[in-house]
């Protein structure tokens, strides 16, 4: 019986280990301009499960992304992290919330009345503070005469000019 009780506690700590664990590690935004609103919108999607090793990591405490003053430190986080700037100035990213659940975490953000001019910067540096390994993805929707173009943000390539 002792036998078999610690072949299954190593069974289920195998399959937790595993569960939780994953090699790639990467996060992706889509920036595009909404005619009808006149706003510029951002979507980011993160792994939940490194977003909440990154929160529990920083506070030494579990996050619950359903609650509003635990949003608020992820939402600081990723404004200190995620910018636009155009002209030398940064452009106002608004939050509009974020969506939880066991695999992602969406983030909602925009910018109001502005489509992104060319020659826009964009730094991208969530996550890659806490993970060497992150790399996140922009793409950017075609708005203006300017293509849609897929941006690629490392820790040491944390920001690009749009074309």
Known sequence: MRLRSNSILLALALYAGTAHAHNYHMGMADIGYNAATGHTE??????AHDIEALLANLY?????LGLEEDQDVLRQYIEQ????????KRLPLQWVGVKADADTIT???????TALPPGAVIADSVLTDFIPTQINTVNVGAN????????TFTAASPQHALP
Not at 60 to 64: I, S, V
Not at 81 to 88: C, L, M, N, P, V
Not at 144 to 151: C, I, K, Q, V, W
Request: no cysteine; charged share 10%; glycine share 12%.
């Open 42 to 47: 951002v979507i980011h999607t993160y792994t």
């Open 60 to 64: 030494g405490r579990h996050f619950d």
């Open 81 to 88: 992290r995620f910018t636009i700037s155009a002209a030398g």
């Open 107 to 113: 983030v909602f953000q925009q910018i109001g009345h």
């Open 144 to 151: 203006a005469g300017r293509a849609a173009t897929t941006l």
